[in-house]
């Protein structure tokens, strides 16, 4: 079973910063019309939710509030044109910190258009230089959420 996490951390005055993208802190594969993404690097930030952008040659995927979008502008600020999804499973942890600076952590597995063109990724992600308290933070969340789907209904 896939599950969301969200971990929010108080936000100073830079509410909205977004941690610089590095290309080591992705693995997988992200194919747009056919054609693979390479290099890819993700940003990690939050509006009104945390979200992560998987910053690609082509353009920006985001994943926001349980939605995936796409802007062919590799400069954009803020989601693009909402993806067409068949399947979309994802498992994550993230926040924001009190400078400003936001974390993402999980998987996006996915199958989805925009028009005719298929958007088709398996990624792992960890964004954002996460800490080692925000990673011990993440794991006993993701600990907790899982003991609580074990319990019977």
């Not at 929010?8 to 610089?20: F, I, L, M, T």
């Not at 080591?24 to 747009?32: H, K, P, Q």
């Not at 693009?80 to 400003?100: H, I, M, N, Q, V």
Request: charged letters at 25%.
């Amino acid at each position: 079973m896939r599950f969301a996490l969200l971990v929010a951390v108080a936000c100073g005055s830079g509410c909205g910063k977004r941690a610089p993208a590095r290309a080591a802190e992705i693995t997988g594969s992200l194919t747009v019309g056919g054609e693979a993404m390479s290099p890819l690097a993700c940003r990690p930030g939050r509006a009104v939710h945390t979200f992560v952008e998987i910053v690609s040659p082509r353009g920006i995927l985001r994943f926001e509030d349980r939605e995936l979008s796409w802007s062919r502008d590799v400069n954009a600020q803020g989601a693009g044109e909402k993806l067409a999804c068949t399947r979309l499973d994802r498992s994550w942890g993230g926040g924001s910190r009190a400078d400003g600076t936001s974390y993402w952590r999980g998987t996006l597995s996915f199958e989805c258009t925009l028009g005719p063109t298929p958007v088709v990724g398996d990624l792992v992600l960890d964004c954002g230089n996460i800490t080692p308290e925000e990673r011990q933070q993440l794991d006993g969340q993701r600990d907790e959420l899982r003991e609580e789907q074990r319990k019977p209904k």
